[in-house]
């Protein structure tokens, strides 16, 4: 289907920067707007319901998942996360550019029903500033750490499958280029438009 907005999906191995960078460029273009997912994973830190995600019970989520309420869901290092249909078919309809920062599995999903979304996957610069990175976030326990490093070698393997793969090695330098990646994308999509309509005039079609 062809919406107005567009719709970008951003994917990384925990502890790569997605959320860092997500952050940054939503501080810098009012155009872009995250989409809040659901998990089973308990809040952790400072997180709060309904901003970093909806937190939910195990049955909540199989009710969502159920009544067909996720465009996309999956099992990451061990809890459920999915993304709400409503949530983001409606602000793209109404010509808002959606983010969304999941796995690489809810990104291969979500590709299949939005043709046109743009997926980004960043990676680090080396294993060892990934390891460094999940350490001094200093948010998750010694064993998460460790699942998540063994899940990023499975992760980064689906690199290849997006439409456009970051380093995040220099913030700014990995920031220049999402900002640049949202940017091409907007004009690409309203040059197609103008094609489009130019197409139906000269042919007649309303
Ligand atoms: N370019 C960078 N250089 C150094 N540190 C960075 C860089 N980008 C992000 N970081 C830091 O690395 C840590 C992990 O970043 P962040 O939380 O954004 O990762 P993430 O990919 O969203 O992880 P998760 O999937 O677990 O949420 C944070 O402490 C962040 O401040
Ligand atoms: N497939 C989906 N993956 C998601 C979604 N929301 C977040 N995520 C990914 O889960 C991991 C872990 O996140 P964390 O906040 O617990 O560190 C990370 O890769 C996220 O991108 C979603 O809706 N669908």
Request: glycine share 6%; hydrophobic share 45%; no cysteine.
């Amino acid at each position: 289907m062809d919406y107005p907005g567009n719709l970008f999906v951003v994917a990384a191995p925990s502890g790569a920067g997605k959320s860092s960078l997500v952050k940054a460029l939503l501080e810098l273009d009012s155009r872009v707007q995250p989409s809040v997912s659901h998990t089973t994973r308990p809040p952790r830190g400072q997180e709060k319901h309904g901003r970093e995600y909806f937190f939910v019970s195990q049955p909540e989520f199989d009710a969502m998942v159920a009544g067909q309420a996720f465009v996309e869901w999956a099992h990451v290092h061990g809890n459920r996360y999915g993304t709400s249909r409503k949530a983001i078919e409606e602000r793209i309809a109404e010509g808002a550019d959606v983010i969304l920062e999941i796995d690489f599995q809810g990104a291969i999903q979500v590709k299949e029903i939005f043709a046109n979304a743009v997926l980004i996957f960043i990676l680090p610069p080396s294993w060892e500033e990934l390891r460094s990175r999940l350490e001094r976030r200093g948010e998750d326990s010694a064993e998460v750490i460790e699942l998540r490093l063994k899940n990023a070698a499975e992760e980064m393997a689906q690199a290849r499958k997006f439409d456009f793969v970051i380093i995040n090695e220099l913030f700014e330098r990995a920031l220049f280029d999402l900002k640049a990646v949202v940017h091409a994308q907007r004009l690409k999509y309203a040059a197609q438009r103008r094609a489009r309509a130019d197409t139906f005039h000269s042919l007649n079609i309303d």
